[in-house]
Every structure is written in structure tokens, then in C-alpha cells.
């Protein structure tokens, strides 16, 4: 049994390190891919992981296969193909580290998994099976990804969705809104981004905005974060803030957000996935621990490979 299951996409986030010495930009070739980077943050922290997506069978490719192998992560559900290249993107950092995105993605590797390459049983044998919503931009993936939803839906594994999302990679807003309601009409657990939020409902207070959200698509919990103001934590009628940990120094936002998914994954497994008897308490334990991880993952450059430990964690929040 996996304690999470993801699908999606797994490509190399080229970091920039700088200017050469003859002025031209320098980037470092960083394993990434939202999905991915949450089972990172859960076989981190000790929990059995599993990935369904496609590479290329080209050199980046290879490398992240052996990348999240080596962290533990099940990679029979990992397809390599000789007739698409890896998913490359760009990630250019403001003074603060926050990010913006250009994607070599265009018939890449990601994009052309099919519904026959979805390994059931993987799904079948998740507690949790988790998605973003980049394996809705191209009909080949999403095909595929409807019918993991539908399977884990079937099978009682609960369903994860974080949108992620990157308007660059859709047609037009109105997709990427059709996308993600999809995907959120599937959803027991929600994480959320204060961006998402405001393209979604329009409204700039993250709070009340999330409260909308709840009440539309009704999980059993979810999560908006909010970057430097913190996150909330949604469940029935309890919402709560907390702040985030400015003792920590920001170099590089890449993948925080999925370290919070991933860590506050972790705490709902340490909870036996038991909705019904999380206390505020226990809401207090799983946002302060999330909050700590994400932080942390701020402090240096890449996703995958840089996802804090327990102890790491532990020792930030105590």
C-alpha cells in the first residue's frame, strides 16, 4: 500500500545562477515538476511514494528518473519514450525569490501520456492519489488523468488536487478555470495559492475567498497559502491562520508550495486520514508543521532535492 500516489509532470527547472564571465546567463538544471516535488516532500519525511508520468528517454530525462529513484520514490509508473524530449522550464527570480516561469513544453514528453500508460494498480493501492491540474492542458494527458481521477473515485482512495497553476500553458483563462473546476469537483483535499484564489473567484481577501471555494467544491479539508502572509487551514466551520516563519532566508520560492502540500499530506496520513476527528488542535499541529516545511524549502535553490527533513522541520517550529 503507497501512502500517495501522484500524476503529472516531471521536467528540469533551470535555475539561474548568475552571469558568466562573459556576461551570459548561467542556470542549474534542477529536478522538478509540482506533482513530483510533493511525493519529494512525503519520501522525505519517510512516507511510500509512487509516480505515474512520462520523460524522454534523453539525458535529462534519465537523470530525473534516477533522481527520484534515489529519494525513494516508485518509478514504475514513470514512462520513458525515444519520440518527445524532456519538459524543460525557465524559472527567473525577482530580489525576494518569488518566480516567474517560461516552459519549453510543446508536445514534450509530460504532455503525451495516454490512458493506456496509466497504471491502475498503482492508484488502486494509494491512500491518497494526488494531481495538479498541467495534466489538463493537452487532450493526450488529460484523457489520462480523468480516467486516474475516476479510478481513485471508484476505489475510495482519497484525491488530492493543488491547481498549480501557469496561465502561460493554457490556451486561455477560460480553459485553465474550466480545468481546474474539473479537477476540484474530484477533490477530498484541496491546497490552494492566494493567486489561484483571486483567478478563481475574484476576490483579494484569501480568507473570504476560500471560504467560497469551500463551500462550492466541499472537501473534507483545504489549504490556501498566502506566501510571506502565512496560510490558512479550512475544515467545516474552522478556519485558521498561520503566519509564516520570517526567521528563515528566502533565495528561491521554487517548490514551497509543494513542500507545504506534501508535509501537510504527511500530518492527515499521521492522522489516519480521519477527517472526522481532527481537532483544532490537531489543525494547529498540521499547518504549523506545513508552514515550517515550506519555509525551509525557501532556503535553497531547486525543488526536488532540497525538501526538508523531519528533524529539519521539527526543529524550526518547536
Given at each position: 500500500?503507497?501512502?500517495?500516489?501522484?500524476?503529472?509532470?516531471?521536467?528540469?527547472?533551470?535555475?539561474?545562477?548568475?552571469?558568466?564571465?562573459?556576461?551570459?546567463?548561467?542556470?542549474?538544471?534542477?529536478?522538478?515538476?509540482?506533482?513530483?516535488?510533493?511525493?519529494?516532500?512525503?519520501?522525505?519525511?519517510?512516507?511510500?511514494?509512487?509516480?505515474?508520468?512520462?520523460?524522454?528517454?534523453?539525458?535529462?530525462?534519465?537523470?530525473?528518473?534516477?533522481?527520484?529513484?534515489?529519494?525513494?520514490?516508485?518509478?514504475?509508473?514513470?514512462?520513458?519514450?525515444?519520440?518527445?524530449?524532456?519538459?524543460?522550464?525557465?524559472?527567473?527570480?525577482?530580489?525576494?525569490?518569488?518566480?516567474?516561469?517560461?516552459?519549453?513544453?510543446?508536445?514534450?514528453?509530460?504532455?503525451?501520456?495516454?490512458?493506456?500508460?496509466?497504471?491502475?494498480?498503482?492508484?488502486?493501492?494509494?491512500?491518497?492519489?494526488?494531481?495538479?491540474?498541467?495534466?489538463?492542458?493537452?487532450?493526450?494527458?488529460?484523457?489520462?488523468?480523468?480516467?486516474?481521477?475516476?479510478?481513485?473515485?471508484?476505489?475510495?482512495?482519497?484525491?488530492?488536487?493543488?491547481?498549480?497553476l501557469r496561465l502561460p500553458l493554457w490556451k486561455s483563462e477560460d480553459d485553465a478555470k474550466e480545468?481546474?473546476?474539473?479537477?476540484?469537483?474530484?477533490?477530498?483535499?484541496?491546497?490552494?495559492?492566494?493567486?489561484?484564489?483571486?483567478?478563481?473567484?475574484?476576490?483579494?481577501?484569501?480568507?473570504?475567498?476560500?471560504?467560497?471555494?469551500?463551500?462550492?467544491?466541499?472537501?473534507?479539508?483545504?489549504?490556501?497559502?498566502?506566501?510571506?502572509?502565512?496560510?490558512?487551514?479550512?475544515?467545516?466551520?474552522?478556519?485558521?491562520?498561520?503566519?509564516?516563519?520570517?526567521?528563515?532566508?528566502?533565495?528561491?520560492?521554487?517548490?514551497?508550495?509543494?513542500?507545504?502540500?506534501?508535509?501537510?499530506?504527511?500530518?492527515?496520513?499521521?492522522?489516519?486520514?480521519?477527517?472526522?476527528?481532527?481537532?483544532?488542535?490537531?489543525?494547529?499541529?498540521?499547518?504549523?508543521?506545513?508552514?515550517?516545511?515550506?519555509?525551509?524549502?525557501?532556503?535553497?535553490?531547486?525543488?526536488?532535492?532540497?525538501?526538508?527533513?523531519?528533524?529539519?522541520?521539527?526543529?524550526?517550529?518547536?
Open positions: 500500500m503507497y501512502d500517495i500516489v501522484s500524476l503529472g509532470e516531471l521536467l528540469i527547472d533551470f535555475t539561474p545562477q548568475g552571469l558568466s564571465e562573459k556576461g551570459n546567463f548561467m542556470f542549474e538544471a534542477n529536478p522538478g515538476g509540482a506533482p513530483c516535488n510533493v511525493l519529494a516532500q512525503m519520501a522525505k519525511l519517510g512516507l511510500k511514494t509512487a509516480f505515474i508520468g512520462k520523460v524522454g528517454k534523453d539525458t535529462f530525462g534519465l537523470f530525473l528518473k534516477d533522481t527520484i529513484e534515489k529519494i525513494g520514490i516508485d518509478t514504475k509508473g514513470l514512462k520513458l519514450t525515444d519520440d518527445a524530449f524532456t519538459t524543460l522550464a525557465f524559472v527567473t527570480l525577482d530580489k525576494d525569490g518569488n518566480r516567474s516561469f517560461a516552459f519549453s513544453r510543446n508536445n514534450s514528453a509530460d504532455v503525451c501520456l495516454t490512458e493506456d500508460e496509466v497504471d491502475e494498480n498503482l492508484i488502486k493501492n494509494a491512500k491518497i492519489f494526488h494531481i495538479g491540474t498541467l495534466s489538463l492542458t493537452h487532450p493526450s494527458v488529460k484523457k489520462a488523468t480523468v480516467k486516474a481521477l475516476k479510478i481513485a473515485k471508484e476505489n475510495g482512495v482519497l484525491i488530492s488536487v493543488d491547481p498549480n480545468a481546474i473546476d474539473l479537477a476540484l469537483s474530484y477533490a477530498d483535499i484541496i491546497k490552494i495559492s492566494d493567486y489561484e484564489i483571486e483567478f478563481l473567484t475574484g476576490e483579494k481577501d484569501v480568507k473570504e475567498g476560500s471560504k467560497i471555494l469551500y463551500k462550492k467544491y466541499n472537501p473534507c479539508i483545504m489549504f490556501a497559502t498566502c506566501g510571506k502572509d502565512g496560510a490558512y487551514v479550512l475544515k467545516d466551520d474552522t478556519v485558521l491562520h498561520h503566519p509564516c516563519y520570517d526567521c528563515v532566508k528566502t533565495v528561491d520560492t521554487t517548490g514551497a508550495g509543494d513542500s507545504f502540500c506534501g508535509a501537510s499530506l504527511k500530518k492527515l496520513v499521521d492522522f489516519n486520514l480521519d477527517f472526522s476527528s481532527l481537532t483544532t488542535k490537531n489543525l494547529e499541529e498540521i499547518i504549523k508543521y506545513a508552514s515550517g516545511a515550506a519555509s525551509l524549502t525557501t532556503t535553497k535553490y531547486g525543488a526536488i532535492s532540497v525538501m526538508p527533513s523531519e528533524d529539519e522541520i521539527i526543529s524550526l517550529i518547536k
